[in-house]
């Protein structure tokens, strides 16, 4: 709901949506609950070349930011990256140690569907190393891991306003992070592997 807030605030006039960047060797969909705070931790990563904010799982073409929760769309983040710098298994360990995998209500203070957590990989062998993942992490945790892994679906990327908030909007950025609670609850789960491999965090 604060989310909601500030974004309606910066929606100004237009909804344009936003292409994506140029190719790249490969790309995963990470959801992660709300999409800035993934996109933001990405684009730390040594390797990744874009991230693109976006919906990904529903069954509606074109959502939107008001409409994709309804037809089962999850807030999203296209990541496109060099393998020659950054291997899928290391996207993953940055992955898991930025969200609440164990969490299937939603993520931090954004509750429902929307925002879940998943991996939508691109290939087998990414489904099956993500698979394998999830299990070690189970383990590690001690808890269920609840993230859904699955083929990469149609990807939709959202509007505008949403690209690259945190650069962006700083000041309401950081607000939002800190209200919602995210750093704090994932340096509780994680302790001092929280936010593992992402440089600037």
């Not at 070349?49 to 069954?59: L, N």
């Not at 939002?176 to 593992?196: E, T, V």
Request: net charge negative; proline share 4%; glycine share 10%.
């Amino acid at each position: 709901m604060l989310r909601s807030i500030l974004a309606a605030a910066l929606f100004g006039m237009s909804c344009a949506v936003a292409g994506t960047a140029g190719a790249a060797e490969k790309s995963v969909i990470f959801a992660g609950g709300c999409f800035w705070c993934v996109e933001k931790d990405f684009d730390h990563v040594p390797g990744v070349i874009s991230t693109v904010s976006g919906y990904a799982g529903g069954t509606s073409e074109n959502p939107t930011y008001k409409n994709h929760g309804a037809a089962g769309h999850r807030e999203v983040v296209k990541i496109d990256y060099d393998d020659a710098k950054v291997s899928f298994d290391k996207l993953l360990d940055v992955f898991w140690h930025s969200v609440d995998p164990t969490d299937g209500g939603g993520q931090f203070c954004d509750r429902g569907h929307p925002y879940t957590t998943a991996v939508y990989a691109s290939g087998k062998d990414e489904i099956q190393a993500a698979e394998a993942s999830k299990v070690e992490i189970a383990k590690l945790l001690g808890k269920p891991v609840v993230t859904e892994i699955a083929p990469a679906p149609a990807f939709w990327p959202a509007e505008e306003y949403h690209q690259d908030y945190y650069k962006k909007n700083p000041i309401r950025y950081r607000f939002y992070r800190s209200s919602c609670g995210r750093d704090k609850a994932i340096d509780k789960l994680w302790g001092k592997a929280a936010h593992q491999g992402i440089e600037g965090s």
